[in-house]
């Protein structure tokens, strides 16, 4: 994979490998779609302003984390259904995490279990949690406490699901529906198609695995939708409960950054889950410095990253660590493992290069004087 230079260039591998069901699945966003480019483009707004003259021979990457160190300030972020990109693609993206010393982040609707991902290395792992039902939502999270995850991350942004036009066109759905324009899709794309063949159809393991416990819990987990009712009182509840590092991911305003940290959360995620939810939401990175000023725990970003610089102005403006999504699944639908590791590789080195280039030779020296929001924007 030395011949991939750029996240852009496993973008162009990754559509050439997958299915167009499966590409547009990976890179759709909401309704018409004009979030995903904002999301981008928010990052082009700002401009670099250097420090000359500082001793940037030594750059470092590290960082610190409610309390705990890190090789570099990435995470991979949760994602779902990875399994239909390449077989096993939860493990692959932990098992590259934890090669780069970095969590990965498993989705409640991943297609391998909290029990199997646990099982599968020794890297940090945290588990992202939708709210289907509160008593569901219970189970998991303790399933999660048992299998060791370190972080809970409570996504606020879906209280219903978007609506993802792509999807809709092309009838994707799990189990999927097998037509004569899917099948000729499939046949078009043939390494892909002999993965799906000898892996078979992704399951949602962690549905799968689970027992609900009341008639009520049975419903909403066979109706796939989520809890529409959590609210304040119900973090309130859950941040009692579950003894670990909490994260709220989903937050796009102040007020409910003061709010979440009222209620004892731990870190707060800046997202608007890669513009799949609402299509006119405002960019993280435009919210970014407000929210990172309106309180004092972390603040983590998603939702846009495909250049080290892109992380390295996120690190300007208030964020702790950044989370890659898209990204790293181009480079796994592109190579596997290996194309992950290719891709974290190449941030890296983005963001060491650009760190040095900016005159900070270490994360803790990045602030916002560092850049400056142009003129031309």
């Known amino acids: ?3 991939a230079f750029s996240v852009e260039d496993f973008r162009k591998r990754a559509k050439n490998f997958l299915p167009k069901m499966v590409f547009d699945y990976l890179e759709g966003g909401s309704e018409g779609e004009a979030g995903l480019s904002r999301n981008v483009n928010a990052f082009g707004k700002w401009n670099f302003v250097p420090r000359r003259l500082t001793d940037v021979s030594e750059c470092s990457l590290e960082t610190t ?5 890190y090789s570099l300030p990435f995470y991979l972020s949760p994602t779902g259904l990875n399994g239909l990109i390449r077989p096993d693609g939860d493990r692959l993206l932990a098992q590259a995490a934890a090669k780069a010393g970095i969590p990965f982040v498993l989705s409640t609707a991943s297609n391998l279990s909290i029990e199997d991902i646990a099982a599968s290395g020794d890297g940090e ?3 992202q949690l939708y709210v289907l039902h509160r008593d569901i939502a219970k189970t998991m ?3 999660a406490l048992t299998a060791g995850y370190e972080a809970l991350i409570l996504t606020v942004d879906v209280p219903v699901n978007g609506y993802r036009e792509r999807d809709m066109r092309n009838r994707f759905a799990l189990p999927a529906t097998y037509g004569l324009r899917t099948l000729a899709d499939g046949f078009m794309h043939p390494r892909w198609s002999i993965n799906f063949l000898r892996s078979g159809t992704p399951k949602l393991r962690n ?4 027992e609900a416990p009341s008639p009520e819990a049975q ?9 529409a009712s959590f609210d304040w009182d119900a973090l309130r509840r859950l941040r009692e409960w579950w003894p670990k590092k909490l ?5 796009l305003r102040a007020e409910d950054a003061v709010q979440c940290a009222a209620c004892g959360v731990d870190a707060l995620i800046v997202s608007n889950h890669g513009a799949r939810q609402l299509d006119g939401t405002i ?5 970014l410095a407000e929210i990172a000023s309106s309180v004092q725990i972390p603040i983590l970003l998603d939702s846009g990253i495909r250049r080290g610089a892109d992380a390295l102005t996120s690190l300007c403006l208030g964020a702790t660590t950044v989370g890659l999504g898209r990204a790293t699944l181009y480079a796994l639908a592109s190579d596997g493992q290996r194309g992950v590791e290719r891709c974290l590789e190449i941030l890296t080195d983005e963001l060491k290069r650009g760190m040095a280039l900016l005159g900070a030779s270490n994360i803790t020296q990045l602030d916002h004087t560092l850049v400056r929001r142009s003129n031309w924007a």
């Open 247 to 251: 994260m709220v991911k989903g937050v």
């Open 283 to 287: 960019s993280p990175l435009e919210v």
């Open 65 to 69: 984390l409610l309390g705990k160190g």
């Open 219 to 227: 419903a909403a987990l066979m109706k796939r939708q989520m809890d």
């Open 125 to 127: 792992r945290w588990f």
């Open 207 to 210: 549905f799968e695995t689970l």
């Open 141 to 143: 999270c303790q399933r």
């Open 1 to 3: 994979m030395k011949d």
